[in-house]
């Protein structure tokens, strides 16, 4: 999945609901965290490995220098190497799970400590019918775009969905110019054509929440108008073009249920409850001590995508106007002493040439500037042109 799993045994203190919280763990137990997700796609598969954290910590410690494979019912063994990002290892060359195969995790960490999960069978999967935009309210009211899927198994084999994505949208400058500042060793400004795209860019994020679907009890294995994304209609993530990739796993009823908890346990509510998950079971245990706790899951599953593209226009034709992502926007002439910190800060970008009669109310220096965000989209992603991107 691509959230991590977090994990922190915590106990909460406070007195009223009007005070401030301090967050202490009192008891706390370090345990093994896995994420591992085999698919049929034919590509390096990975596994990342952490450990648990108390929730003062800035985050999970990875599990580093462990070895890793995994091995099918034909005793075909496929070994995993870490990477420059500790705690993540990929397989060293790439791979597809086959449906009908079954498939183990093997893990033994740097200390010597060994780990199995239990086999798990690759499920034929189904293909994702179609996803497709259409503008909504929420159950908060809120205007906006929802993203649906819809999907069918004729087999009725499938039953146990999850789901992430991937979104990418275009980000256009609010103001531009053509040219930028230079400054040299002794604080001398000068201005150069730009070499870089600053007027448009893109930026790319990955699903964090944990997305299910169940049709166990429905009468056909069928999703219709399955909710996957909603965006306010004044995100500026869709003020002007936006994709969504859309990725279904058919995943098994034990991994359904362990990715249910988790969920569960994540959200707001469940965090301020008085009764507290203590463990989240999963498929993998140590091979040393039964009574070892390990938080993870081996998924094995099979996966189809779908990519999606639309233009706020094609949503919105009321006079709606779409968010934007740089505020305060307002031009100023700060002094030509004060101007090189602003530049080398990357805090301002030239606008244009002041002229010896202009009023003195933005200021008295030689060059109108903007905050970088108005006038550099790279504030706010790259300026790559995606590869799969299409206008």
């Given at each position: 999945m691509s959230a991590a799993i977090l994990f922190a045994v915590f106990i909460l203190n406070f007195t009223s609901c009007t005070e401030e919280i301090d967050f202490k763990t009192e008891t706390f137990e370090s345990a093994l965290v896995v994420q591992a997700s085999l698919t049929n796609e034919n590509a390096p598969q990975k596994v990342v490995l952490s450990r648990t954290f108390?929730?003062?910590d800035d985050g999970p410690p990875p599990e580093s220098n462990a070895t890793v494979t995994i091995i099918d019912d034909l005793?075909?063994?496929y070994e995993f190497q870490e990477t420059e990002n500790l705690g993540t290892y990929l397989s060293l060359t790439p791979f597809a799970a086959s449906v009908g195969r079954q498939y183990t995790l093997n893990i033994t960490t740097a200390n010597g400590r060994t780990y199995q999960s239990a086999a798990v069978t690759l499920k034929a999967g189904t293909e994702i019918d179609q996803i497709y935009a259409q503008r909504s309210t929420n159950g908060e009211n809120v205007d906006g775009v929802s993203i649906f899927l819809d999907s069918y198994d004729a087999t009725n084999n499938?039953?146990?969905?999850?789901?992430e994505y991937e979104e990418?949208?275009?980000i256009v400058s609010k103001f531009?110019?053509?040219?930028?500042?230079?400054?040299?060793?002794?604080?001398?400004?000068?201005?150069v054509q730009k070499t870089e795209e600053e007027k448009i860019c893109y930026n790319t994020l990955e699903s964090n929440n944990i997305s299910l679907a169940n049709t166990?009890?429905?009468?056909?294995d069928r999703l219709t108008r399955f909710s996957v994304r909603f965006l306010d209609a004044r995100s500026p993530k869709i003020g002007k073009r936006y994709s969504i990739l859309v990725r279904q796993y058919v995943i098994s009823r034990e991994a359904y249920t362990f990715y249910e908890t988790l969920r569960n346990f994540s959200s707001s509510e469940s965090l301020f409850s008085q009764v507290q998950p203590g463990f989240i079971a999963g498929n993998i245990q140590s091979t040393q001590n039964n009574n070892e706790k390990v938080i993870g899951i081996f998924d094995v599953a099979t996966v189809s995508e779908?990519?999606?593209f639309f233009n706020f226009e094609d949503l919105f034709f009321d006079g709606s106007q779409p968010g934007e992502f740089a505020g305060g926007c307002e031009e100023s002439r700060p002094s030509i002493e004060s101007l090189p910190s602003l530049i080398n800060d990357n805090a301002v970008r030239f606008y244009f040439l002041a002229s010896p009669d202009d009023p003195p109310e933005l200021g008295e220096g030689p060059y109108y500037?903007?905050?970088?965000?108005c006038i550099d989209c790279r504030a706010f992603g790259s300026n790559e042109v995606p590869d799969f991107w299409e206008e």
């Amino acid at each position: 999945m691509s959230a991590a799993i977090l994990f922190a045994v915590f106990i909460l203190n406070f007195t009223s609901c009007t005070e401030e919280i301090d967050f202490k763990t009192e008891t706390f137990e370090s345990a093994l965290v896995v994420q591992a997700s085999l698919t049929n796609e034919n590509a390096p598969q990975k596994v990342v490995l952490s450990r648990t954290f108390a929730f003062e910590d800035d985050g999970p410690p990875p599990e580093s220098n462990a070895t890793v494979t995994i091995i099918d019912d034909l005793n075909t063994t496929y070994e995993f190497q870490e990477t420059e990002n500790l705690g993540t290892y990929l397989s060293l060359t790439p791979f597809a799970a086959s449906v009908g195969r079954q498939y183990t995790l093997n893990i033994t960490t740097a200390n010597g400590r060994t780990y199995q999960s239990a086999a798990v069978t690759l499920k034929a999967g189904t293909e994702i019918d179609q996803i497709y935009a259409q503008r909504s309210t929420n159950g908060e009211n809120v205007d906006g775009v929802s993203i649906f899927l819809d999907s069918y198994d004729a087999t009725n084999n499938s039953k146990y969905y999850r789901f992430e994505y991937e979104e990418t949208y275009k980000i256009v400058s609010k103001f531009s110019s053509s040219r930028t500042f230079h400054v040299d060793e002794n604080n001398r400004i000068s201005l150069v054509q730009k070499t870089e795209e600053e007027k448009i860019c893109y930026n790319t994020l990955e699903s964090n929440n944990i997305s299910l679907a169940n049709t166990s009890t429905f009468a056909e294995d069928r999703l219709t108008r399955f909710s996957v994304r909603f965006l306010d209609a004044r995100s500026p993530k869709i003020g002007k073009r936006y994709s969504i990739l859309v990725r279904q796993y058919v995943i098994s009823r034990e991994a359904y249920t362990f990715y249910e908890t988790l969920r569960n346990f994540s959200s707001s509510e469940s965090l301020f409850s008085q009764v507290q998950p203590g463990f989240i079971a999963g498929n993998i245990q140590s091979t040393q001590n039964n009574n070892e706790k390990v938080i993870g899951i081996f998924d094995v599953a099979t996966v189809s995508e779908r990519r999606l593209f639309f233009n706020f226009e094609d949503l919105f034709f009321d006079g709606s106007q779409p968010g934007e992502f740089a505020g305060g926007c307002e031009e100023s002439r700060p002094s030509i002493e004060s101007l090189p910190s602003l530049i080398n800060d990357n805090a301002v970008r030239f606008y244009f040439l002041a002229s010896p009669d202009d009023p003195p109310e933005l200021g008295e220096g030689p060059y109108y500037v903007m905050p970088r965000a108005c006038i550099d989209c790279r504030a706010f992603g790259s300026n790559e042109v995606p590869d799969f991107w299409e206008e």
